[in-house]
């Protein structure tokens, strides 16, 4: 018997995607039948994406094995497919609304464009130091994070500034037990 554990999901109005630790993935719609699909690789990330009419009828998963694939709801039908062979695939953001356009960060720091309109589909863009946990566009600005680490480049990656964020917080000392009784030597 399989025992599939969920290891992403993404509820929508319209019903939830569940990604499986096999690369299953199934949308379960609020009503009707759920429909099934598998993947090469194990899904790590989800993103949803609004069509034109409003609500979600596009989803981009980036998998465990450098890959970046495109599948409608509620059919799970593969509408595009990015292999960027770079390592595990942590985070994605859509660049333009309305277009296949993203940005893609990897568990090595790499962040790619990939882009179905272009004759070169995948760009590598710039890289950080350590992996990739989240990224964020604001206007022409990227906004990478990994782990307390805050990079905030452009789309070129030119300009470049680094914070660290857990510098603000206060660190708690912590009293030892050994540090608070004093016990002779031999006791």
């Not at 990015?82 to 333009?96: C, E, K, P, Q, Y």
């Not at 609304?97 to 272009?118: I, P």
Request: charge should be positive.
């Amino acid at each position: 018997m399989n025992q599939r554990t969920i290891v992403r999901s993404l509820t929508t109005n319209d019903g939830t995607l569940v990604a499986m630790n096999d690369g299953v993935v199934s949308w379960k719609p609020r009503e009707g039948r759920a429909t099934r699909t598998k993947l090469e690789g194990l899904p790590t990330v989800l993103l949803a994406m609004r069509g034109p009419m409003g609500p979600v009828d596009a989803t981009a998963i980036g998998t465990s094995d450098g890959h970046v694939v495109v599948l409608t709801i509620p059919r799970l039908e593969t509408v595009a497919k990015f292999s960027l062979n770079a390592g595990s695939i942590r985070a994605l953001t859509l660049v333009d609304e309305g277009s296949m356009h993203f940005l893609v960060g990897t568990q090595h720091g790499a962040v790619w464009s990939v882009c179905d309109g272009r004759t070169i589909r995948c760009v590598h863009e710039f890289s950080i130091d350590g992996p990739v946990s989240s990224l964020h566009i604001e206007g022409e600005r990227v906004h990478v994070r990994s782990g307390w680490i805050h990079h905030v480049r452009t789309l070129d990656g030119t300009s470049h500034d680094v914070e660290n964020t857990a510098a603000s917080y206060r660190v708690k000392r912590h009293k030892r037990l050994s540090q608070t009784y004093f016990m002779p030597y031999p006791a």
